[in-house]
């Protein structure tokens, strides 16, 4: 336990946001680069920034930095574990029209996270509403009413060339170990393992952070 806390405190602490506004006119140009290999049809990425003119680093170094990400529709989706036990309120903030969105979602903690079926059921109202297109862009497919695929990106920060105390790094090496043996994220979400892709990003530490 002693382990599991303080390791997560420690990447808790590591965590960095970006202004979401400059990422969008760049992520628009990456979903209509055909040079770029098509990721899937709807990108959908789990967010942890309660403000929504915030993006995790993580998720923006996994966007661009890694394999660049092409996407028809990008969902960046906040889910905050409700008080009362059965509510269930989600909030739609179009940040490009039919092509970029983010979802929070207020869900009853009888209710559990289930990530898969809640973006179902919010983007066939969105569809019924005019607001997203679901159906496959391989015109193949879109002629017989077949609907695009869904990839839902779990990032994991890893360690890899950052400084630290002693303590910390000892600290982190042994929550990575633990964290083999726990529930893993796409669990605790739900999520169809065939639909998700795990990718891993460097753990980067703030620059006023104590070593």
């Not at 005019?130 to 391989?138: A, Q």
């Not at 990032?155 to 060339?161: A, C, G, L, T």
């Not at 605790?188 to 006023?208: A, G, K």
Request: hydrophobic content about 35%.
């Amino acid at each position: 336990m002693y382990v599991w806390y303080n390791g997560r405190r420690i990447k808790w602490r590591c965590i960095t946001y970006e202004r979401i506004a400059p990422i969008i006119p760049v992520l628009e140009k990456v979903s209509t680069d055909t040079s770029i290999p098509k990721f899937a049809t709807h990108l959908v990425y789990v967010t942890r920034a309660k403000y929504k003119g915030e993006i995790e680093s993580k998720i923006v170094y996994s966007l661009f930095s890694k394999q660049p990400k092409r996407a028809d529709t990008y969902w960046f989706v906040y889910l905050q574990r409700s008080d009362e036990p059965y509510e269930f309120i989600y909030h739609i903030t179009p940040l490009s029209e039919q092509k970029i969105f983010r979802i929070d979602i207020h869900a009853g903690f009888k209710l559990g996270f289930h990530m898969g079926s809640y973006i179902g059921e919010i983007a066939k109202k969105m569809e019924s509403e005019g607001k997203v297109d679901l159906l496959s862009r391989y015109p193949s497919l879109r002629e017989s009413g077949i609907k695009g695929d869904y990839r839902f990106m779990v990032v994991e920060r890893i360690m890899h060339s950052i400084k630290m105390s002693f303590y910390k790094n000892i600290i982190l090496s042994l929550y990575s170990i633990v964290k083999k043996f726990t529930t893993s994220d796409s669990q605790i979400l739900d999520l169809d393992p065939s639909s998700v892709t795990v990718e891993s990003v460097p753990l980067r530490r703030h620059h006023n952070e104590a070593l």
